[in-house]
């Protein structure tokens, strides 16, 4: 996951803005199932995202249609449900595009929004500049949280000597199902081409990617990852 910096006037926020001003004038209900802009909404989230899904990472190139690189306006605070909040529904700091590559799937393949549904995570890492510090990768492809553990399955087994932090983290993955069999697999595969890469660079010409990476107007799949094996490297 990684911190996705959400501003107050920006395209997205404006156009809700003014769909809900417009909404009160006439006297009407100020409910997402009635916003009829929501593929233009997406296309500047996935914009501010530079490309890539808020929880896993990986390319969105559309707003639904089709799974492949398709996306959707993501809640992070359920909108209804048992932890629905309607008041923030239309809120632009609570929306987010989430891909939809599980869309469809049985339960245990489905993964980010798809597999949140209307489940609560109490702390939303997207919003906090130091998202990146509270997560790290192992070299089977696993996200864990950034704590002694070396997998997820040991972080579980440890619950209760993680850290309160850690432990939202842990939950965090788990909700969203980020170490599903395909999320995996895609990344232990764009690991070991990364590795292949790195073991020619120097230290110099690591920290020039690092830096060209973050600067780029669509972010490559799993960017935080690469980026997080690309500063081991530099240190």
Known sequence: ?????KKNNSQASILLQNWIKERKKAKQSILYIDFDKKEELNGYLRS???GICCYCQQPITHFQKD???GSHNEHFIPENGINGR?????EYMNIYASCN?????KNSDQHCGEA????KIDTNFLEKISCHIHFKYNNIGEILPSCPFQTIKDCEINHSKLTSLQQEALRTIKVLNLNQASLVLLRKKDQTELFKILNGLSKEKVNAQIQKLNNLDTFPRFI????????????
């Not at 996951?1 to 910096?5: A, D, P």
């Open 1 to 5: 996951m990684r911190y996705i910096k």
């Open 48 to 50: 501010e995202q530079k």
């Open 67 to 69: 799974n492949y690189e």
């Open 86 to 90: 309607p008041d923030l529904q239309m």
């Open 101 to 105: 590559y599980s869309k469809g799937k």
């Open 116 to 119: 949140k549904h209307d489940s």
């Open 224 to 235: 935080d990852m690469l980026l997080y094996y690309m500063k081991q490297k530099k240190r």
